[in-house]
Every structure is written in structure tokens, then in C-alpha cells.
């Protein structure tokens, strides 16, 4: 009975060599630490592209803002311009039906 158990515990452990507890062990080759600190690096190196786009499109949509900003003033100061010309043309008007 005692080589039966012996050959079940064997055959046992054979089959389930790298699972304990319900979990399975890393390989020895890394500790679990070296992998957290992998996992870490590889994330940080996505957050810090992510902050790059982020960094470029903020700066395009300021060029994009200050250009509107420009064009808008243009405008307003064509208007104003507009306004003027369009006032003396009136009171020129004014002098001649009168």
C-alpha cells in the first residue's frame, strides 16, 4: 500500500511540476520583482508616448487658436475700417439730397 501512495505522490507531482498552491510560479529565471519593474517600464514608456501626443496636438490647437485670434482681429479691424468709409459715404450722401 505504502509503493502505491509513493507512486501516485510521484506521478503527481510530475504532472502538476510548476503549479503550487493554485497558482503557478514564475520562471526562475525572473523574480517576481524583475517582472513588476519590466511591466512598470513598458508602462511608463506608453504613458510617456501618450504625454507627447498629448504635448503635440495641445501645441496645435494653440497655433490653431492664435491664428483664429489673428484673423479674427483682421477682421474686426476691417470692419471697423468698413465702418468709417461707409459713415463719410453716408453724410456725403446726406449733403448732396439735401
Known sequence: ?????????GSRSVLFDDIEDGGIRPSPSYSSHEVNEHENDRA????????????????????EVEGHNRMLDRMGNDMDSSRGILSGTMDKFKMVSI
Not at 44 to 63: A, F, Q, S, Y
Open 1 to 9: 500500500m505504502n509503493t502505491r501512495f509513493r507512486d501516485t505522490r
Open 44 to 63: 511608463m514608456d506608453g504613458l510617456k508616448d501618450r504625454v507627447l501626443m498629448l504635448k503635440r496636438l495641445t501645441g496645435d490647437i494653440h497655433e
